[in-house]
């Protein structure tokens, strides 16, 4: 019996110290909503009345022809933009001179504009030959590979 109280001894270990007990709070009290009432049976779908006759089918617009129009003679093509300076570099097949009205076309870009300057070789110029690689102030952004026409006065 004295081998059974051993084990038993043996077996107890050491227990940790008792835990204070934390102040114990109070639980606010939940508000309850109200309760749902049942929802009110649909009354079934009513039957569209006689139906409007439709409206006629606008035509739609014309389209923007992107080729030069009738009249309009190719001056050259856009072979570089200065986006800071909206400035392009045109190199010229025909001449081209100051307060011409010009065409700018390209895959994305379609504008008109009054040439009010062009340089060569960052010198002013009032007229400028085929051959002539100029720079010309645009309104708009122009891209490399627009080509630009002469529109009729």
């Given amino acids: 019996m004295a081998a059974v109280k051993k084990r038993k001894a ?7 110290p008792a835990k204070k007990k934390s102040p114990v709070r109070k639980k ?16 079934a779908p009513k ?13 739609a617009p014309a389209p923007v022809p992107r080729g030069p129009l009738p009249g309009e003679v190719r001056v050259g093509v856009v072979s570089h933009y200065y986006g800071h300076l909206a400035v ?5 097949e025909v001449a081209l001179a100051v307060g011409d009205t010009i065409r700018i076309l390209g ?4 504008f008109r504009q009054r040439v009010d300057s062009m340089q060569i ?13 100029i720079g010309l102030k645009v309104v708009q952004h122009a891209r490399e590979h ?3 026409y002469r529109v009729p006065a």
């Fill in 121 to 133: 070789e960052h010198q002013a110029v009032s007229e400028a030959i085929a051959g002539d690689e």
């Fill in 47 to 59: 039957k569209k009345a006689a139906a409007r006759p439709s409206a006629k089918p606008r035509p």
């Fill in 88 to 92: 392009a570099a045109v190199r010229l």
């Fill in 107 to 110: 895959h994305t870009s379609d």
């Fill in 28 to 43: 606010k009290a939940l508000k309850k909503s109200p309760a749902r009432k049942p929802a009110a049976k649909r009354a």
């Fill in 146 to 148: 627009d080509v630009v």
């Fill in 10 to 16: 043996k077996v107890k270990a050491k227990k940790a």
